[in-house]
């Protein structure tokens, strides 16, 4: 069975702050991919990243910033410098081996206050 | 990436009526999902829709009460039947990136029901 917990429920900070979101994944497959999907107010769901399973290779991408660690079966997402726009619910999840189905945390509420 | 488009965006419905959402792509896919997010949840798939075969649905939801279509490969529609307030979600079309394989999803902007 595959899982995805997102224990931050709601985090708010003031702009400019970093801040990290945590995600942490179950799976007994060997093969998986790990995403982070961004949902502004607006509602749509926005693709961020994805990572497999045999990359574990920190990534940046201007003020993201993702560190996969399989040691510890977490994905996390930190936001540098965080700015008002980012305020959206980040969405973990996960798709494992021959597996359909992709598996969604629970998302965390991110409140960037100006 | 895929351009995809959900009709109605929103709808107030009273209960016991049937809404059929409708979600056309802007290039010819394989394989659609149908996802449902309930008020501050995550999201759930409901079922995915591969053209020329019946849906295939998970736990918990069954074609009775969500019956799906896809007629050709850019297009699908998933009807939410004899609502109940219960089923005030957003309901959420979406499609595998090209090489699907990896998991990849692209989303439509979602059509939020409320049902009185």
């Known amino acids: 069975a595959q899982k995805v917990t997102q224990a931050q429920t709601e985090i708010s900070v003031v702009e400019k702050e970093d801040v990290t979101l945590d995600c942490v994944y179950e799976?007994?497959?060997?093969?998986?991919?790990l995403f982070w999907y961004k949902q502004p107010p607006s509602g749509e769901l926005v693709f961020l990243i994805r990572?497999?399973?045999?990359?574990?290779q920190n990534e940046i991408s201007g003020r993201y910033s993702w560190n996969f660690q399989k040691s510890t079966s977490s994905f996390n997402f930190t936001i540098t410098a965080s700015q008002v726009v980012d305020s959206a619910v980040y969405f973990c999840?996960?798709?494992?081996?021959?597996?359909?189905?992709?598996?969604f945390g629970t998302g965390t509420k991110l409140q960037v206050i100006p | 990436s895929a351009v995809i488009s959900q009709k109605p965006s929103r709808d107030i419905c009273q209960r016991g009526t049937s809404l059929t959402i409708q979600c056309q792509v802007d290039?010819?896919?394989?394989?659609m999902f149908w996802y449902r997010q309930q008020p501050g949840q995550s999201l759930t798939l409901i079922a995915t829709?591969?053209?020329?075969?019946?849906?295939?649905?998970e736990s918990g939801f069954v074609i009775d009460k969500f019956p799906i279509s896809r007629p050709n490969l850019t297009f699908s529609t998933l009807t939410v039947s004899n609502m109940s307030p219960e089923d005030s979600s957003i309901y959420l079309c979406?499609?595998?990136?090209?090489?699907?394989?990896?998991?990849?999803?692209?989303f439509g902007e979602g059509s939020r029901l409320t049902v009185l």
């Open positions: 290039s010819q896919v394989t394989m």
């Open positions: 799976t007994r497959d060997t093969t998986y991919y």
């Open positions: 999840a996960l798709k494992a081996g021959g597996y359909q189905k992709v598996t």
């Open positions: 990572r497999n399973s045999f990359d574990e």
């Open positions: 979406s499609v595998g990136a090209a090489g699907w394989n990896t998991g990849e999803l692209f």
């Open positions: 829709a591969n053209q020329g075969s019946e849906a295939t649905y």
